[in-house]
């Protein structure tokens, strides 16, 4: 019986899990994939880290924000996901 209660418990935090993600990707209109990079032929990437922002991400590597959404065409700025990786060249 515990070991049934178990199993059944288990599936449900599994479901939920899966659940958040899916509808976090909803919220944040589904465009920012994560691990994403724009092309195959880019050479410098940034990994997002929480706190970050394209003009931020920009800014450090001195491009203009603008250009680095060409790089990065499917990546949504205001909602950039922690763990995106965005091309640089």
Do not use: Q
Not at 57 to 73: G, R
């Amino acid at each position: 019986m515990a070991r049934g209660l178990l199993l059944c418990l288990v599936a449900l935090v599994m479901c939920l899990v899966t659940m958040e993600r899916s509808v976090e990707g909803m919220l944040r209109g589904g465009n920012s994939r994560r691990g994403s990079v724009a092309g195959s032929s880019c050479t410098l990437t940034h990994r997002v880290a929480p706190g970050h922002s394209c003009d931020e991400i920009a800014e450090t590597y001195k491009l203009a924000t603008t250009t680095l959404k060409e790089f990065n065409p499917d990546v949504d700025c205001k909602h950039l996901l922690v763990g995106t990786k965005l091309c640089l060249n």
